[in-house]
């Protein structure tokens, strides 16, 4: 994985489009739990919301290594 990626004239660390599919991923996660109403199973959901965020963004970047 490139360390810097070149948008036009700007480079952006390498990581920037793997925390955005990721932000997306647990934009979608959010909505399914928000419908689902699993939230109230939990104490507090912004903590959740968090902890999920990590998981994806963690299991993405592992992927990578491979």
Same mark, same amino acid.
């Given at each position: 994985m490139p360390h810097?990626?070149?948008?036009g004239d700007v480079l952006v660390p $390498? /990581? /920037?489009? /793997? *925390?955005l $599919?990721?932000? &997306?991923v647990l934009w979608l996660i959010d909505a399914v *739990? !928000? @419908? /689902? !109403?699993?939230? @109230?199973y939990f104490w507090h959901p912004s &903590?959740? @919301?968090v902890a999920l965020f990590f998981c994806v963004f963690g299991l993405a970047g592992l992927l990578l290594l491979r």
């Open positions: 810097e990626i070149a948008i $390498g /990581l /920037l489009p /793997l *925390f $599919g990721c932000l &997306l *739990f !928000g @419908r /689902l !109403g699993l939230y @109230r &903590l959740v @919301r």
